[in-house]
């Protein structure tokens, strides 16, 4: 089975500090991606690797960043953590283009 | 542009009742429609997807999913829903990266 995993499930931080999520997954899949999940409004794409070394925007990218430096491994950055960035964090996997994702459990992280 | 519209946030029904969530997609491109579920403080997972061929689908745990392209459509159904369907249903359409809809919460009333 694919296995997609987030360095931790629930994370608490205090405005200004810089916060890394980790994702990694272990089928070699080419592309990789990062959501943020809030109610009401679904997941939103916040970036996206289809390989080492390179990413691309996705509709949320502002006060985030990302790096892959490895296959397997995408990590979402987030700068200065502010409080409007609480929110539930996905990380996704997916091999061939137009096949499905697979999803990482979250990560639940708190801005102080 | 593409999107993904789920047309109800919250859809609740009775222990057996008939589960219906509506999706709507607008795509210049032919879809890759998906419905993914979550469970509470879990991430997504696959019920079924449509890529092409046959245009009804059958998912994991009695679902199923029609695609009507002259309605651009892809809802999903269940004859007859058990508690343990409560969750939440994602609708999404695949092209380079993938659009979801809002989502829809599903309760089960006993």
């Known amino acids: 089975d694919v296995k997609v995993t987030q360095s931790s499930r629930y994370l608490v931080k205090r405005t200004g500090e810089k916060v890394f999520l980790e994702c990694v997954q272990d089928?070699?899949?080419?592309?990789m991606f990062w959501y943020r999940q809030d109610p009401g409004l679904g997941l939103r794409l916040i970036y996206f690797?289809?390989?080492?070394?390179?990413?691309e925007k996705g509709d949320i990218p502002e006060g985030y960043s990302v790096s892959r430096e490895k296959k397997e491994r995408f990590s979402l950055i987030l700068e200065s953590a502010s409080t409007n960035q609480t929110s539930m964090y996905l990380c996704?996997?997916?091999?061939?283009?137009?096949?499905?994702?697979?999803f990482g459990p979250g990560t639940r992280l708190t801005v102080l | 542009a593409q999107s993904v519209t789920q047309l109800g946030s919250h859809v609740s029904v009775s222990e057996g009742a008939l589960v219906l969530l509506r999706c709507n997609y607008s795509?210049?491109?032919?879809?890759?429609l998906f419905w993914y579920v979550q469970y509470p403080n879990q991430g997504l997972q696959l019920l079924l997807k449509?890529?092409?061929?046959?245009?009804l689908v059958k998912g994991i745990n009695g679902f199923e999913a029609e695609f009507k392209k002259s309605e651009t459509s892809f809802h999903l159904t269940k004859p007859s829903a058990h508690m343990s369907d409560a969750a939440e249903y994602f609708c999404?359409?695949?092209?380079?990266?993938?659009?979801f809809g809002a989502g829809t919460r599903l309760t089960v009333k006993p």
């Open positions: 996704a996997s997916r091999g061939r283009s137009y096949n499905e994702q697979f």
């Open positions: 089928m070699d899949h080419e592309n």
């Open positions: 690797s289809y390989d080492v070394k390179m990413k």
């Open positions: 795509s210049s491109v032919p879809p890759y």
């Open positions: 449509y890529t092409t061929g046959a245009t």
């Open positions: 999404a359409n695949n092209n380079n990266d993938m659009r």
